[in-house]
């Protein structure tokens, strides 16, 4: 079992940055994908960036490459997504989830999730 708590969502104008933190509990954290994802009001959810557990591997949706990058401290337990350069439809609820060995961009296989961090960008 895999708990996850995000962190540093927030309110940003148009073309700021934001960095949000997922730190998951449990002593075997490499050995899990993480992943990012989003939902906006109205929208499906939608995978963002997923990173496997070495790190070496990482997967970004084409709307976000080059401007977002996932990242993980497997001594912190803890995984990052560094936004920059954000547009107002990145405003979303931005969940991270966990899964066991290789990564993917589907939600689906996803078993563990957080509670969600809001993040809203103002044109």
């Known amino acids: 079992q895999v708990q996850l708590v995000e962190s540093g969502g927030g309110l940003v104008q148009a073309g700021g940055s934001l960095r949000l933190s997922c730190a998951a509990s449990?002593?075997?954290?490499?050995?899990?994908?993480m992943g990012w994802f989003r939902q906006a009001p109205g929208k499906e959810r939608e995978s963002v960036a997923t990173?496997?557990?070495?790190?070496?591997?990482?997967y970004y949706v084409d709307s976000v490459k080059g401007r977002f990058t996932i990242s993980r401290d497997n001594a912190k337990n803890t995984v990052y997504l560094q936004m920059n350069s954000l547009k107002p439809e990145d405003t979303a609820v931005y969940y991270c989830?966990?899964?066991?060995?290789?990564?993917?961009?589907?939600?689906?296989?996803?078993?563990?999730w957080g509670q969600g961090t809001q993040v809203t960008v103002s044109s």
């Open positions: 989830a966990a899964r066991w060995m290789g990564a993917t961009m589907s939600s689906q296989e996803y078993p563990y």
């Open positions: 449990g002593r075997t954290f490499s050995m899990y994908a």
């Open positions: 990173i496997s557990g070495s790190g070496r591997n990482t």
